[in-house]
């Protein structure tokens, strides 16, 4: 198992920034790709980056291209997201999410590829 547990959710304005951290611990040689997913109220869970295991490849849906980066630490098991130019619409609880390589490869941005997923952190941007 793997225990992911996201950091650095909170308050900004329009225009802002903030920078999210998941940790990952447990059988964590056997997390591949991570990724970061949002959900707003009423709305449904919406993919916003992924990585790959060695960290060369990122993906992102248009919405936050230009905008958000998305990094990994291998050796501290970590995945970041920083959010830049911050909006009014990226308000959302935001989710760290893993592929456990064992189960199988995931197809970057689909919910059901990752295996593992945090509890959430709270982004709320004011405009």
């Known amino acids: 198992q793997v225990q992911l547990v996201e950091s650095g959710g909170g308050s900004v304005q329009a225009g802002g920034s903030l920078r999210l951290s998941c940790a990952a611990s447990g059988r964590t040689d056997s997390v591949y790709a991570m990724a970061w997913f949002r959900q707003a109220p009423g709305k449904e869970r919406e993919f916003v980056a992924h990585i790959t295991g060695s960290g060369g490849v990122t993906y992102y849906p248009n919405s936050v291209k230009g905008r958000f980066i998305i990094s990994r630490d291998n050796a501290k098991n970590t995945v970041s997201l920083q959010m830049n130019s911050l909006k009014a619409e990226d308000t959302a609880v935001y989710y760290c999410?893993?592929?456990?390589?064992?189960?199988?490869?995931?197809?970057?941005?689909?919910?059901?590829?990752?295996?593992?997923w945090g509890q959430g952190t709270q982004v709320t941007v004011s405009s």
């Open positions: 999410a893993a592929n456990d390589a064992r189960l199988g490869v995931t197809t970057p941005g689909r919910p059901s590829g990752y295996h593992y």
